[in-house]
């Protein structure tokens, strides 16, 4: 049977109704994180776990599913939930989120993944071999959703001479750009204390490619076998699909969220105006451009070729917008 679709009428009473279960318990406008009584920490099928806040059953964790007339729900909500049997539970409402990541599916439209975030970390490896233009769309849908990025290179322990230079190279463009950037090995716990020291206290999510060490970094952040970790393909050095759903994680200093492994990241369809918003460096140039639909690629008095000449924006950088922008097409 196909869901059916509700009115933008229908939709509003849902609300008001949701608003009202709320109430009911004490809860007076928006449910805040404080006062809800559960939280999402993963997906089966037609229902999720929840972490229970308050009780004495605080910490454990609960089979729900959700009424129909409730928004899918993702890892990270804050809920409201009722016991219905003596092993399960129903969700009656859920909070409003204060932020949400996510991805588009085939036909363009937002499909969030994780909620109520203070970072996403966008880790990429010495293997697979780092590329600027995967990061970059990272960049750009994690600033679409008005999110905060952290950037982290595994594996340093594979490094090698001749892809150190690409790698420092790659890293120090982002560093000038004053985004936070860490270097580590999940293998050998080599910067993990720098990256758990920002990261204390907030929930984050993580994301990246298959391959890039993802459940390995959890499970070191962790100190334990927290995360399964997939054998990584020797013959085209991409990783097995290990998670296949979102999963908060409780470590030592913070709560983190995994994502399903991907291998490429699809932006969908995005207005240029807004991958513009992705690049900070162009963005804030451009603005100083003679004409204000340049495309900063021959038109006199570009203030982005002008600012490639002098060095002061990475010529690679501006060759990755261009390839998402052609990506658009």
Known sequence: MSKRKLSDQQKNRIAENQQKEFNDVGVSDSLQQAKSN?????????????EILHGVDS???????????????????????????????????????RNVFGRPDAQGQLKPVAAN?????????????????????????????????????????LLSEEKHEYIDNMLSIY?????????????EGDGISALEELLKTKTTVLVGQS???????????????????GDLSQSKYKGTHTTTTARLYHLRHFDLIDSPGIREFSLGK??????????IELREVSTLCKFRDCS???????????????????ADRFSSYQRILNSME
Not at 77 to 93: H, K
Not at 177 to 187: G, I, W
Not at 270 to 279: E, I, S, T
């Open 117 to 157: 975030l203070d970072y996403v970390l966008i880790v990429f490896a010495v293997v697979p071999q780092a590329f600027l233009n995967l990061v970059d769309r990272y960049l750009v849908a994690v600033t679409q959703l008005g999110l905060e990025p952290i950037i982290v290179l595994n594996k340093i322990d």
């Open 270 to 279: 995005m207005a240029p105006a807004d991958v513009l918003k992705g690049f």
């Open 175 to 187: 560093r000038a750009l004053n985004y936070p950037v860490f270097e580590v090995s999940a293998l």
């Open 59 to 97: 910490g454990s964790v609960i089979r729900c599913h959700q009424r129909a007339n409730l928004p899918p729900l993702v890892t990270g909500d804050f809920v409201l939930w009722e016991p219905d049997t003596d092993d399960r539970g129903v969700i009656v409402a859920q909070s409003d989120r």
């Open 38 to 50: 559960g939280r999402v920490i993963s997906h089966y099928g037609q229902q999720v776990e929840v």
């Open 211 to 229: 391959g890039v060490g993802k459940s390995s970094l959890i499970n070191r952040l962790g100190f334990e076998e927290l995360a399964e970790v």
């Open 296 to 314: 900063h690629q021959s038109e006199p008095d570009c203030a982005v070729q002008s600012a490639i000449a002098n060095g002061e924006i990475s």
